[in-house]
C-alpha cells in the first residue's frame, strides 16, 4: 500500500487545465520530489493533496483511504502535513515556545496554553527533544524573527513534526536560503526518521539528485516523467523541457 497517492486528479480554474490527470503514487518512507518549470502546477498540486483545494476530478488516497473530500484538518490528524514555499512562523515566540504551541493543539489543549510553564512540562520536555533532534536547541530561546532565515526553515520542519506526519510534504524547503545553509537544511532533513515519507518541491537540482530515491517532473499540469534519480536525469524528454542537454549527464 502507497503512503500518498492519486488517481486521474483534475484541477481547473475557469477555462485554464492546471492539474492535468495526475496520477502520482508515494510509497512509505519514501524521499520523494516534484520537479518542473515555473508555471507548472507543482504548488497546485500540493495544494490539492492537502485540501487547500478541490479538485475537479480524480481521487486522492492517504494510506490507501480516500481522502478527497476531507477537509485540512482532518488530513492533518491522519498525517498529512505540510511547510509552505514562504514560512507561516510566530514571529515574536521563541523557538520552543512555537514548537510547544503546536504540541498543545496536537493533544488538544493549546486554548489552555495561558495555565502555568509548570503545567505543560511534558510538552516542554517533548518540544527540546524535538529542537535538539534538527539542531536548534541552541536558539530555543530565540525569538523566532531574530532567527537566520535557514532556522526559520528548520523551524517550520520542527512544528510540522510536532504534528506526527505519516506524510510530510515539503514546499521549497531552500527557497530563499543561502546556499551553504540549504546544504545544511537538506542534510537535516535527510536525517529524518525514515517513517516519516517526505513529498516535496524543490527547484535546487543538485539538492534534489543527492536526496531522493524517486522524482516526478511535471509539466503544464501533467507527469512527463517518473522514476528514480539517474532514470530522470537520463531521459532525453526531461532534458529537452526542464533540466537541459547538459544537466546531470
Known sequence: MNALETHGLVR???????????????????????IGPNGAGKTTLINLLTGFLTPTEGR????????????????????????FQI?????????????CLALAEREGVAARWWKPVAAHHKLIDEGAELLESLGLLDVAAIETRSLPYGKQRLL???LALALKPRVLLL????AGVPRQDSRELFDTIARLPSDVTILLIEHDME????????????????????????????DPKVREVYLGESAHA
Open 171 to 174: 514546499d521549497e524547503p531552500a
Open 12 to 34: 481547473t480554474f475557469g477555462g485554464f487545465l492546471a492539474t492535468d490527470n495526475v496520477s502520482l503514487s508515494v510509497r512509505p518512507g519514501a524521499r520523494h520530489a516534484i
Open 60 to 83: 486522492i488516497l492517504l494510506d490507501g483511504e480516500d481522502v478527497t473530500r476531507l477537509p485540512q484538518n482532518k488530513r492533518v490528524k491522519r498525517g498529512l502535513v505540510r511547510t
Open 207 to 234: 539538492l534534489v539528485f543527492r536526496f531522493t530515491d524517486r522524482i516526478s517532473v511535471l509539466v503544464s499540469g501533467a507527469i512527463l516523467v517518473d522514476g528514480t534519480p539517474e532514470e530522470v536525469a537520463r
Open 87 to 99: 514560512n507561516q512562523l510566530f514571529a515574536r515566540l521563541t523557538a520552543l515556545e512555537s514548537v
Open 156 to 158: 517550520e520542519i520542527a
